[in-house]
């Protein structure tokens, strides 16, 4: 069965203490893996995409790595700003040439001043 | 402009009630979505419409009915709702509707009395 499993739940640091999420998948017929951010009360924000084991994408503080079964999204020095869920999404092709998108439930980081 | 517009905000109805509503992305974006979303979960994909054609319905009750009157213009009409459909409705459009990411409006946060 499909499965995206995203950890920790929930991750509070301290402003400045670098560290990782994780998200890991059991997903057949890979299109992409796509990291978002979603503030309380609004949508989800685009962070990046990754198509292939290997790619990296980075983007201010945040770097996203992919590797044939999981996905990384390291924050480096992260700021209280950066407090918010993140959410990994795979997308596989399905029958009829559909894409669907298969989410985890997300990391809730929260960073202290 | 990158913007997803959906109005209202916030949204309070009856079990009885008739309500719309609203989507608008003015980025020439084919590909438009509903998604529902409940307090810490993954959005939920609704149906998508592609260059406005509904292409896919994920099995939502007939109490929502979607709408796509132009290329920039999304509604979700609402009839005899439950309060387990209280949520956060989401917009969110893409370029064609294949392998890219999407652009969420910052959702209707309804609640059914």
């Known amino acids: 069965e499909d499965q995206v499993t995203q950890s920790p739940e929930a991750l509070r640091l301290q402003e400045g203490e670098s560290s990782s999420l994780n998200c890991s998948y059991t997903?057949?017929?890979?299109?992409?893996l796509f990291w978002y951010r979603q503030d309380p009360g609004k949508g989800p924000e685009f962070l990046f995409t990754?198509?292939?084991?290997?790619e990296e994408k980075e983007k201010e503080r945040l770097k996203a790595t992919l590797t044939k079964k999981e996905s990384f999204l390291h924050i480096t020095a992260p700021k209280p700003e950066d407090s918010a869920t993140y959410l990994c999404a795979v997308q596989r092709l399905n029958a009829g040439n559909n894409r669907k998108l298969i989410w985890g439930l997300g990391t809730s980081l929260a960073v202290n001043p | 402009d990158t913007e997803v517009t959906q109005t209202p905000k916030h949204l309070v109805m009856g079990m009885t009630n008739k309500k719309s509503l609203k989507c608008e992305q003015h980025?020439?974006?084919?590909?438009m979505y509903w998604y529902k979303q409940k307090a810490k979960k993954p959005p939920e994909l609704m149906f998508v419409?592609?260059?406005?054609?509904?292409?896919i319905n994920e099995s939502v009750p007939s109490r929502f009915s979607p709408e796509c009157p132009n290329s920039s213009l999304l509604n979700l009409h609402l009839h005899a709702l439950q309060p387990e459909d209280s949520a956060l409705y989401l917009c969110?459009?893409?370029?064609?509707?294949?392998?890219?990411?999407?652009?969420f409006g910052s959702g209707t946060q309804l609640s059914v009395l």
């Open positions: 997903v057949s017929g890979l299109r992409g």
């Open positions: 980025m020439g974006h084919r590909a």
């Open positions: 419409y592609s260059y406005e054609k509904l292409s």
């Open positions: 990754l198509y292939s084991a290997g």
């Open positions: 969110a459009s893409s370029p064609t509707g294949s392998n890219e990411k999407l652009f």
